[in-house]
């Protein structure tokens, strides 16, 4: 789950998350993919080393073996299985929701700024199915494929953001020229406008936000705990979570 920090890079695209009062503290990095099959939780990543990590039933597989490990380890792995099937499903609908957050809020923005809302909703509304259905493929209960899901947010903020860039500008000239002064104070607390459309979300979304962030602080604890080293003497160090900003609050 590289790097999702709850998959705010997408919100931050629309402004809002920033300005709305929504406390999320952590930061989720990891090399590695998440995968699910019925019998292991896979970690895989060509370009890291090790490049393949399963674990299964408190059993451990390197790249290309089982590794012995202590007992104390195995009971560890048995945790970090049962967390890892209880923070995928969240993880997928997180990512989600956020995504429908930003894509949401930007259609609304669109439409109140175009000269044709209903178009702009529609042309919204196109682009939020493309990445929904893009990040079904890269986002579900049981895979999180980081490289896909970097995709699929690059190219929908690539599709929309130079609509609304488009339509916004549109409707300040339109503005400036017919001397609307209702809309261009509109423009001036648009980044108000946007608060108001993103915190009612983002609350909604917070609760989830936070179990994800507990489930993946148990995994990172289960991650740090374990005796296990590689031939080199490193930590696996599957996953790194960072609560800085909570610590700093106290």
């Keep these: 789950m590289r790097k999702i920090a709850i998959a705010a890079s997408l919100m931050l695209a629309c402004g809002g998350?920033?300005?709305?009062?929504?406390?999320?503290?952590?930061?989720?990095?990891?090399?590695?993919?998440f995968h699910l099959s019925e019998k292991s939780v896979i970690l895989l990543d060509r370009g890291a080393s090790p490049h393949t990590v399963l674990v299964r039933k408190g059993r451990l597989f390197i790249d290309d073996r089982w590794v012995q490990v202590s007992d104390?380890?195995?009971r560890r792995l048995v945790d970090y299985e049962r967390e890892?099937?209880?923070?995928?499903?969240?993880?997928?609908?997180?990512?989600?929701?956020?995504?429908?957050i930003a894509f949401e809020v930007l259609g609304e923005v669109a439409a109140g700024f175009g000269s044709d809302p209903d178009a702009a909703r529609q042309k919204?509304?196109?682009v939020r199915r493309e990445l929904d259905a893009a990040l079904a493929a890269s986002v579900t209960p049981s895979r999180f494929n980081r490289e896909q899901l970097n995709d699929?947010?690059?190219?929908?903020?690539?599709?929309?953001v130079p609509a609304l860039v488009g339509d916004i500008v549109g409707g300040a000239l339109r503005a400036a020229f017919s001397g609307d002064a209702s809309r261009l104070q509109r423009l001036e607390s648009l980044d108000a406008e946007i608060e108001a459309l993103v915190e009612p979300r983002a609350r909604?979304?917070?609760?989830d936000a936070q179990a994800l962030c507990r489930r993946m602080e148990a995994l990172d604890a289960i991650d740090?705990?374990?005796?296990?080293?590689?031939?080199?003497?490193?930590?696996?160090?599957?996953?790194?979570?960072?609560?800085?900003?909570?610590?700093?609050?106290?």
């Excluded at 909604?204 to 609760?207: G, H, I, Q, S, Y």
């Excluded at 740090?224 to 700093?248: I, M, Q």
């Design 17 to 33: 998350v920033a300005a709305a009062d929504v406390s999320v503290d952590c930061d989720i990095d990891s090399d590695y993919d």
């Design 72 to 74: 104390a380890d195995a």
């Design 84 to 100: 890892a099937r209880a923070a995928m499903p969240l993880a997928a609908s997180v990512a989600r929701q956020a995504a429908g």
């Design 124 to 126: 919204f509304a196109g």
């Design 152 to 160: 699929a947010i690059g190219a929908a903020v690539a599709q929309a």
């Design 204 to 207: 909604a979304l917070e609760a």
């Design 224 to 250: 740090d705990a374990l005796e296990f080293r590689l031939p080199d003497g490193r930590a696996l160090d599957l996953h790194r979570v960072d609560t800085g900003s909570r610590a700093a609050g106290g």
